[in-house]
């Protein structure tokens, strides 16, 4: 490759919308936006409900707003280029643009693990110790809660497009995804990236599995607690506060699994079903996160069908 190549592939990458399949990407720009007009109102009515309803006004609630919050900027984080390359057939992104918008991605990614963390916490509280619930995740504790999960995600993925900064692109610039992933530029290096792999590992361990694990061991002793609860009716209810939390995890670390057994071990496959789990792992649990606490959650689903009758009763 000449220099003037290598040259133009450190200032920019081509994304891919649909691999091998350009011409359907029209095709695609109207799901899509569907999809993030359904996040932006699902995740905005989650939050209005809970900010108007005072009864809601409970650390459950605190958590379930910060995870709101988390799902909507992790969509905006691949709106910008996945809307450029399905709406507009502009695939080129700027390399500075390419390596903000992956320490977004990545960086809200293990925010959301965090969140989910802390909903873990909030239920084992609320079961293990009822009486005490709003006094032990007061206002204060909840806020220090968030700002730790944030500080955390920050730290962690801050390294990532500084690693990919000092790597020499000389082959291809084209991206798999219709974003920019740290593993997918850095397979389009040119040097050695043993320290992007190894840090990448590292990331995905302490972070994302340390969080699994302390999530599966609040769960083990939250049913440890509700086992010890006499009544079978307050065995029932107080499990039932756990599945909108469960069904939301279920969603994060199940796409994100099989987003990375397919990396590890999946290369024999179509491309389009990489870019199609990456996709899933992405976007739907900012979809269907305020569904499921929508439907799941008596409260706001109260809450939700009261605010559009008291709108069909004034219209």
């Known amino acids: 490759m000449n220099s003037t190549a290598s040259h133009a592939n450190h200032h920019s990458f081509i994304l891919t919308g649909i691999p091998g399949m350009s011409d359907k990407n029209p095709w695609m720009a109207?799901?899509?936006g569907f999809l993030y007009t359904l996040t932006l109102l699902g995740n905005g009515t989650i939050l209005a409900v809970i900010n108007v309803d005072e009864s809601l006004h409970e650390p459950m609630y605190y958590f379930l707003s910060i995870l709101a919050v988390t799902d909507v900027s992790l969509s905006m984080s691949t709106s910008p280029s996945m809307l450029s390359i399905f709406w507009f057939n502009a695939p080129e992104i700027p390399f500075d643009a390419c390596i903000t918008q992956m320490f977004f991605i990545h960086g809200f990614g293990v925010v959301e693990s965090g969140v989910l963390v802390s909903m873990a916490f909030d239920r084992f509280?609320?079961?293990?110790?009822?009486?005490?619930?709003?006094?032990?995740?007061?206002?204060?504790?909840?806020g220090k809660i968030g700002i730790a999960v944030l500080i955390r995600a920050v730290c962690v993925v801050l390294p990532v497009p500084f690693?990919?900064?000092?790597?020499?692109?000389c082959r291809s610039n084209v991206l798999s995804h219709s974003y920019c992933l740290h593993q997918d530029a850095m397979r389009l290096a040119c040097a050695?990236?043993?320290?992007?792999?190894?840090?990448?590992?590292?990331?995905?361990?302490?972070?994302?599995?340390?969080d699994a694990l302390i999530i599966l061991f609040s769960y083990m002793l939250i049913l440890k607690t509700v086992l010890g609860i006499a009544s079978r009716t307050e065995r029932v209810k107080a499990l039932n506060t756990c599945l909108s939390h469960i069904c939301a995890v279920l969603l994060f670390y199940v796409p994100l699994i099989g987003v990375t057994m397919i990396?590890?071990?999946g290369k024999h496959l179509s491309p389009v079903v990489h870019t199609l789990m990456a996709n899933i792992y992405l976007l739907l649990p900012p979809v269907l996160n305020p569904i499921v606490y929508s439907v799941k959650t008596k409260q706001i689903r109260r809450r939700i069908l009261h605010m559009f009758q008291g709108r069909k009763d004034r219209a």
Not at 125 to 142: G, K, Q
Not at 163 to 169: D, E, G, M, Q, S
């Open 30 to 32: 109207f799901p899509l």
């Open 125 to 142: 509280v609320a079961i293990r110790d009822p009486l005490r619930y709003a006094s032990i995740l007061t206002h204060d504790i909840i």
């Open 163 to 169: 690693l990919i900064k000092r790597l020499p692109f």
């Open 192 to 210: 050695s990236t043993r320290i992007n792999s190894l840090y990448g590992l590292i990331i995905v361990i302490f972070t994302l599995g340390l």
């Open 263 to 265: 990396h590890r071990f």
